[in-house]
């Protein structure tokens, strides 16, 4: 599966601290898109997708919520509990964030403008077009 936990540093002082993603250091893409997912409730799951062409960087910077990540063939669940872990998803991952916590706002970057044609809704489409891409 095609994902990576990234730990990142913050910069600053008694003035407040701040961090930076920058690509090739934290970031494995050049941002296109950046948007955030915030007034989500514990009871509820936002994503239940995939996407063919977008990669995505992720990362809770207030709260957390936990992300189950799927490739077709693995899952597994990564929560992003501080601001100094994110997480990236390549293409074809389908993910699903939940278990929101009280003002958590998740950061999503993407390496893509969005485009309504390039995402996978249904899990069994998902299922149909990732089969055969792990047998060798």
């Known amino acids: 599966m095609h994902y990576k936990v990234i730990e990142t540093v913050a910069f600053g002082d008694e ?22 997912i ?33 490739d077709g063939k693995t899952k597994e669940i990564v929560e992003l509990d501080t601001p100094y872990k994110a997480l990236y998803l390549d293409k074809m991952i389908w993910k699903d964030m939940y278990d929101f916590s009280d003002n958590t706002i998740l950061l999503v ?12 809704k249904n899990y069994d489409e998902f299922l149909r077009e990732t089969r055969g891409k792990y047998d060798s």
């Open 15 to 36: 003035t407040g601290r701040l961090i930076s993603f920058e690509k090739g250091s934290n970031c494995p893409f050049d941002v296109k898109r950046a948007f955030y």
């Open 38 to 70: 915030f007034d989500a409730t514990s009871d509820k799951v936002r994503g239940q997708h995939a996407n063919r062409n977008s990669e995505f960087l992720m990362t809770a910077i207030s709260g957390s919520c936990k992300v189950k990540i799927d």
């Open 109 to 120: 970057l993407a390496n893509t403008l969005y485009d309504k044609d390039e995402y996978i």
